[in-house]
């Protein structure tokens, strides 16, 4: 996610409620996985930052 409007615009979509349930579904699918990746690199900073300490 290297475009800074990228969550705004994911965000503008779930609020529209005048899309199509599948769109805002879709949109919710995408959050997820940008979340989740956030996290996986999160923790392979930590681990990796933690077995240098060692």
Known sequence: MQDAEAIPALEAAL???SLHP???HEVRYHQVIVFFFLVILLMVLFFSMLF???
């Open 15 to 17: 609020n529209d409620l």
């Open 22 to 24: 599948i769109v805002r």
């Open 52 to 54: 240098m300490l060692l």
